[in-house]
């Protein structure tokens, strides 16, 4: 029996991005992001269903706009970037379904891991001033903190719960095919 070929894209850091929003004292929304990532996918075909999908993102490089705040959520109260330095993501399943792709796989955060699903567009593929081909994606979808690790709990004088434990990603990853 013949196997197919397998190609090997790899995210393109300068045109990708990871962001997460949560609720703070219920009452609005604080946006992080990470800065350090890498990630490769694997296919057999162009349409990329079936790809397998390995990803990781680099705790200390959490950026929320506010040092402080980055600064807890590394130490041992969240990520404890110390001790687990990345979060990592490995596929399990990579399906299309009404022209969406549903992404499945292994999440681990602070040495949980726990099995999420993932909403994908594909944003299409083209070929850059530079002849190499590229391949857009943006993911979306709600991870529980708690899942991970992720316990701390801040509740104001008033009973307001401090940070949320809902997680919404989007993230926006341009991958480049590799020859």
Sequence with gaps: METAEKIKWVVDPTHSEVHFKVKHLVISTV???FKAFEGALTTENDDFEN?????????????????QRDEHLKSADFFNAAEYP??????????????DYLLRGDLTAKGITKP????????GSATDFYGNEKAGFEITGKINRKDFGLTWDGITEAGAIVVGEEIKLNINLQFAKQA
């Design 31 to 33: 946006t992080g992001t």
């Design 51 to 67: 790809a397998e999908i390995d990803f990781s993102l680099d705790v200390n490089s959490i950026d929320t706009n506010q040092v």
């Design 86 to 99: 990345q979060i990592i993501f490995k596929s399990t399943s990579f399906t299309k379904e009404d022209g």
């Design 116 to 123: 999420v699903k993932l909403n994908v567009d594909f944003g």
